[in-house]
């Protein structure tokens, strides 16, 4: 395996920013921060979306899902007709699921600006890591005050990126956070018969299981294929996108205590095509969300969490080779 510091330090190469380049980007979707990184992900940072994920690659293929919608519209539009997909796009910190007490499908934070944006390279021992970091505010006036401080950490050597979130009530009240992280897989890697590897109990759908579905299984494309969305009573924070001799391994982890629930989103019409694995800290569906704050913990004046989740692809080791 390549050391990529070495590269540096035998004088082969001169620079880090050759092994480990982020270029500041803009275009017809916003800003961006375009990482590439030797040995690891090209993938671009959204300051414009709460710094959520959107393009990424792995060994010249794409990772993340890109949904049907060419362009934002912007403000009024609903959030579906603004989502254009990407590996990452966080839903609350007001809402998740369908629209509730005032509050737009899968909150704001996806369609929030961030701000005090930036980024640095580091040296690890075997190569370099780029870290962005920013904050995304959800104040008011008279209301509550939430502030997501993010950051993202990618390197080279191993594909693999990972967002680090402290929420923070900077507000005088106690507020109710639902929070869920959108992780959203494509074709290639998303295929007919791909099956997520959970240690999970029983699913439970949203909706009636369509004849010959599974949750967990995703069929091959056609016109007119239902969404399956499920929530499964995780064991362990990991979820696996299982590959075979032709397509790597996708694996999602996160904290348990922080995001105890986990949600499947599979639609794999014809034109959609799509995984969404979904980490969760409150009720997407269900007879919870008539609690208070719809079943959302509360965070408390002054108090904080520290949540996120970590993406890595990586070659497939079948049964006979491990």
């Avoid at 880090?16 to 993938?43: C, I, K, N, Q």
């Avoid at 609350?92 to 930036?118: C, F, K, L, M, W």
Wanted: proline share 11%; hydrophobic share 40%; charged share 20%.
């Amino acid at each position: 395996m390549t050391r990529w510091a070495e590269l540096i330090d035998d004088g082969r190469v001169s620079l880090p920013d050759a092994v480990a380049t982020v270029d500041e980007l803009t275009g017809v979707g916003g800003r961006r921060l375009a990482l590439r990184l030797a040995g690891g992900l090209t993938l671009d940072v959204l300051p414009d979306r709460g710094l959520d994920l959107g393009s990424a690659w792995w060994a010249g293929v794409p990772v993340a899902w890109r949904s049907p919608n060419p362009v934002d519209p912007g403000p009024p539009r609903a959030w579906e007709d603004r989502f254009l997909g990407g590996l990452l796009a966080t839903c609350g910190p007001d809402n998740i699921g369908e629209p509730r007490a005032g509050s737009g499908q899968h909150g704001t934070h996806h369609v929030t600006p961030a701000y005090d944006v930036s980024w640095r390279r580091e040296r690890t021992p075997d190569g370099f890591q780029v870290r962005v970091r920013g904050s995304v505010a959800h104040t008011s006036l008279g209301g509550p005050r939430i502030v997501v401080e993010r950051e993202i950490v990618a390197g080279t050597g191993v594909a693999a990126v990972e967002v680090v979130d402290v929420v923070r009530n900077v507000g005088d009240r106690p507020v109710g956070v639902p929070l869920l992280y959108h992780v959203n897989l494509g074709a290639p890697l998303l295929r007919p018969g791909a099956r997520l590897d959970l240690a999970a109990g029983r699913p439970v759908t949203r909706e009636p299981l369509p004849p010959g579905r599974d949750p967990l299984v995703t069929p091959a494309p056609r016109p007119g294929l239902a969404p399956v969305v499920a929530e499964h009573p995780v064991l362990e924070p990991r979820a696996t996108l299982a590959g075979d001799a032709d397509h790597p391994d996708v694996e999602i982890t996160w904290d348990l205590a922080a995001l105890p629930r986990l949600y499947t989103w599979s639609w794999p019409a014809s034109g959609a095509y799509v995984l969404g694995v979904e980490p969760a800290n409150a009720p997407l569906f269900g007879p919870e969300r008539d609690l208070p704050h719809a079943g959302a913990p509360v965070l408390e004046p002054g108090q904080t969490w520290r949540t996120g989740v970590r993406v890595e692809i990586r070659a497939h080791r079948s049964e006979e080779t491990t």
